[in-house]
């Protein structure tokens, strides 16, 4: 039993830690500068984001596309401008991966 407890107490510190990561990606590749973990600034809250996308398999690929390439419409008339080549295709995963993986 106790085993288990210091199993689950470890896989909570560890993911965490990635969660904070992954924040601090996104402020250090300037995502927070229009988005914000639970509130609309610029661009929509990224909780909103996992909301809408949740159960879609493709989502991952369309929004690392988008966080690349930039896009309009889906969230309103302001646009996202690119991202590319500014931050690098495997932090953009990370960042893309964090979002999806909030409640």
Do not use: R
Request: with cysteine; charged share 25%; net charge positive.
């Amino acid at each position: 039993m106790k085993l288990v407890t210091v199993a689950i107490t470890a896989a909570s510190l560890m993911f965490g830690a990635q969660a904070m990561a992954d924040q601090a990606l996104a402020q250090k590749s300037a995502c927070m500068a229009c988005h914000q973990v639970d509130k609309k600034v610029v661009g929509p809250a990224f909780k909103d984001v996992a909301a809408k996308y949740k159960g879609d398999k493709a989502a991952e690929a369309k929004l690392i596309e988008k966080v690349k390439k930039g896009g309009s419409g889906v969230w309103g008339p302001v646009p996202m401008p690119p991202n590319s080549p500014q931050v690098k295709d495997e932090d953009i995963k990370s960042l893309v991966h964090w979002v999806l993986s909030l409640k």
